[in-house]
């Protein structure tokens, strides 16, 4: 059977004040993505048709970014939900065989339920939405049914008392039949409480043309829409969760997952086990028996097979860590590559650099790449040691099995194999102290 054609209508016309910001609502981000990634990839493959207000530039490079060949349409005026879909009338007279009118607002929503609702369609359906029985219905619009046929969305604001009552409810996305959608779409108008373009009404006038319309049931998490900053954290936890549930069920341990936070893009191997309290941001991939321990920060960053992270540690963008690398408490590593078996466990600064394998940086010790001007590399050699609280002033090389004395502050490349010791004689007065005690002692007494 040929795959039937999908045109994907994204409406983010929405305005959004009631998130306070001044960064487009569908540019918020859950799980380090944006509601509009989120909301495209549920609907990749589909030719992309995106709706925005007036004011719309930063959308429209978003949105091309991700999908270069979007078509983006703007809405001028806000006159409701059908009529941001008529803004997209040169794509839909394309006559794609199945039309899905997403909501940018409304990331939550899985591909599987997607192909649902254009399964409706394949069905013979003109007309597929999507239901859900919330706690509270108020403000959605109520979907009146006449056994398995939808027979019109009533909204809210229209609906009699005896309609308010219906605890089946319009999630907002529609599946329309590319054969229809246009005739449906242009017939509908605005005589409502709302003097608005209804979408809903597709219904009511796809059964008027003796059309079917269908509504299948989905989790209300599907469809949570998001118009402030507090839906905006409530669809982030309902997205952790997804997040959390498919690492422990692809077999990531995790001894508190309500403690662990997950980017979409997170990659896990077998037998990882994370710790609570761990963060990751976007680009991080964990291999093989990977330990993340208590309160790590992970953001860019690649943990290699048996390696062991934390507790307090930072890893930051283009940290390499190879096999069995251990970085401990309060280190920090950003664009360097740690090989085989090194170890940083305490207090460190890794930065610009290249660790090799096996060697031991000892605690404290800092790399100096940065000259306030421009950023240096660190090059140290496999199996070298690096004594406590030494500052490795970058450009600099440490030849392999080198040995640098504690403290010292090295500034020149050191020969492998060498011992380098940059820290002044030390001396030592015989007796010194326990002549100031006395001294200390008598004056007490005088008193
Ligand atoms: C809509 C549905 C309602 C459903 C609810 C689910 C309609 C008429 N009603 O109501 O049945 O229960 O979603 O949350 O569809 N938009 C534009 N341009 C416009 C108007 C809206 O782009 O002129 C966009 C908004 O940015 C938003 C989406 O369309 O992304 C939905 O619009 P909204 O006004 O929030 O609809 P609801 O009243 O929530
Ligand atoms: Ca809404």
């Known amino acids: 059977m040929p795959q039937r054609t999908c045109l994907a209508i994204v409406l983010a016309a929405g305005e959004g004040t009631r998130m306070r910001t001044s960064l487009p609502k569908a540019l918020h981000a859950i799980g380090g993505r944006t509601l509009l990634e989120h909301v495209l990839s549920a609907v990749s493959g589909a030719d992309i048709a995106l709706v925005v ?6 959308l429209e490079t978003a949105a091309k970014k991700l999908v270069p060949d979007a078509q983006v349409f703007v809405q001028r005026e806000r006159l409701g939900t059908a009529h941001a879909v008529l803004a997209a009338k040169a794509a839909l007279e394309k006559k794609h065989d199945d039309i899905l009118v997403m909501f940018a607002d409304t990331p939550l929503v899985r591909a599987e339920t997607l192909t649902q609702l254009r399964a409706a369609l394949a ?4 007309v597929a939405v999507l239901g859900f029985k919330p706690v ?10 006449k056994g398995d046929d939808l027979t019109a969305i009533v909204e809210h604001r229209d609906a009699s008392d005896e309609q308010r009552k219906i605890d089946f409810v319009n999630g907002g996305l529609m599946a329309l039949s590319g054969a229809h959608a246009l005739t449906i779409l242009q017939r509908i108008d ?5 003097g ?7 219904v009511a006038i796809a059964r008027d043309m003796g059309l079917k319309a269908v509504a299948i049931e989905t989790a209300e998490d599907d469809v949570l829409g998001i118009n402030t900053k507090a839906q905006l954290a409530q669809a982030e936890a309902v997205l952790q969760n997804r997040l959390r549930n498919a690492a422990m069920e692809a077999g990531v341990t995790m001894v508190a997952p309500e403690t662990v936070f997950l980017s979409t893009d997170t990659k896990f191997g077998n037998d990882v086990t994370i710790e609570p309290n761990v963060v990751f941001g976007l680009g991080v991939t964990v291999d093989d028996g990977a330990v993340i321990r208590a309160f790590s920060h992970l953001e860019g960053a690649h943990v290699g097979k ?4 934390g507790p307090y540690a930072r890893l930051r963008p283009g940290a390499e860590l190879g096999a069995d690398v251990h970085i401990g408490n309060f280190v920090e590593v950003k664009a360097a590559k740690i090989e085989d078996g090194a170890k940083a466990n305490h207090l460190s600064y890794i930065g610009d ?7 031991n940086i000892g605690a404290g010790t800092i790399t100096c790449n940065y000259d306030g001007i421009n950023k240096h590399l660190t090059d140290i050699g496999a199996g070298s040691f690096i004594g406590s609280n030494s500052a490795l002033v970058a450009p600099v090389k440490i030849g392999d099995g080198a040995y640098i004395g504690s403290g010292s502050v090295i500034t020149k490349n050191v020969p492998a194999d060498a011992l380098a010791l940059e820290r002044s004689e030390q001396t030592v007065k015989e007796g010194w102290a326990k002549k100031v005690q006395a001294l200390k002692a008598a004056k007490a007494k005088k008193k």
């Not at 069905?123 to 003109?126: E, F, I, L, P, S």
């Not at 650099?353 to 060697?359: D, F, L």
């Open 353 to 359: 650099a290249r660790v090799g394998a096996g060697a």
């Open 123 to 126: 069905q013979g359906a003109a």
């Open 53 to 58: 207000g007036p004011d719309h530039g930063a």
């Open 196 to 202: 608005e373009y209804y979408l809903t009404d597709a």
């Open 190 to 194: 605005n005589a409502n409480a709302k």
């Open 136 to 145: 509270d219905p108020t403000g959605y619009g109520r979907l009146v049914m």
């Open 306 to 309: 048996g390696a062991r992270v």
